[in-house]
């Protein structure tokens, strides 16, 4: 009874930890009040920071029985539209999304993919490249060949908005995030391609002069420098 009456994890956790006279017997009979109640606690996280912290604090023999809830209250957050994210929030989600004592799989992180990907965020869009960098390294499994190049297509079109921005620099803008993605996605050219036409679409409107002077201030792999060239 005295699980059922915490009304918050810190509560819990000292409960379980510092009050209950540990033994085999009544761990076995205080294991499904003491799950049920993490799963209900859950529910009033706010932030990132939180769920990390509080899973950081489960029993080691009690995380693989609680991670699809923390994974479905992280997915709630990142795909919910009203969330204000900061710098130091979407680090501590990005430490979740890539934490193997949350279970994800490369199917699960392909919907968080493409729920960061629409975001209007800019800090959480930033996240972005950092987990697919670590998505292509899971084991591989059974995904369609066109759904990872359409999100990252996505998620460049909502980065690009915000580089929109800053009018006055907005050429420049759009070759620099692009000179930072090459290096991280070289050998994915499927995906490059998609980026390199989305950033042509977004400057062939600018006066040409303006295009090419841009294009020597920045120290690009020369094979995107052509591509703007030959628009």
Not at 144 to 168: F, R, S, T
Request: include cysteine; aromatic fraction near 12%; charge should be neutral.
């Amino acid at each position: 009874w005295l699980i059922r009456l915490c009304e918050d994890m810190d509560q819990l956790l000292r409960i379980w930890g510092e009050v209950i006279d540990h033994n085999k017997d009544r761990d076995r009979l205080l294991r499904k009040p003491f799950l049920e109640q993490v799963h209900y606690l859950i529910s009033d996280f706010k932030t990132a920071k939180s769920l990390k912290k509080y899973f950081d604090k489960i029993p080691d023999h009690f995380k693989k029985k609680v991670d699809v809830a923390f994974r479905q209250k992280s997915f709630k957050l990142i795909s919910s539209p009203t969330y204000n994210w900061d710098k130091p929030d979407t680090e501590e989600m990005l430490a979740i999304l890539k934490n193997p004592e949350f279970n994800w799989n490369k199917s699960d992180l392909l919907e968080v993919l493409n729920e960061i990907s629409q975001s209007n965020q800019l800090y959480i869009l930033h996240v972005f490249l950092d987990l697919l960098s670590y998505w292509f390294q899971l084991e591989s499994q059974e995904i369609p060949l066109d759904k990872i190049p359409a999100i990252c297509g996505q998620w460049y079109q909502h980065l690009m908005d915000h580089v929109n921005e800053k009018k006055d620099r907005y050429v420049y803008n759009v070759f620099s995030y692009l000179s930072k993605i090459y290096p991280r996605l070289e050998g994915h050219w499927n995906i490059l391609f998609i980026l390199v036409g989305i950033a042509i679409d977004r400057v062939k409107q600018c006066p040409e002069d303006k295009i090419l002077s841009t294009v020597h201030q920045i120290d690009f792999q020369q094979d995107i420098v052509q591509s703007f060239l030959r628009m």
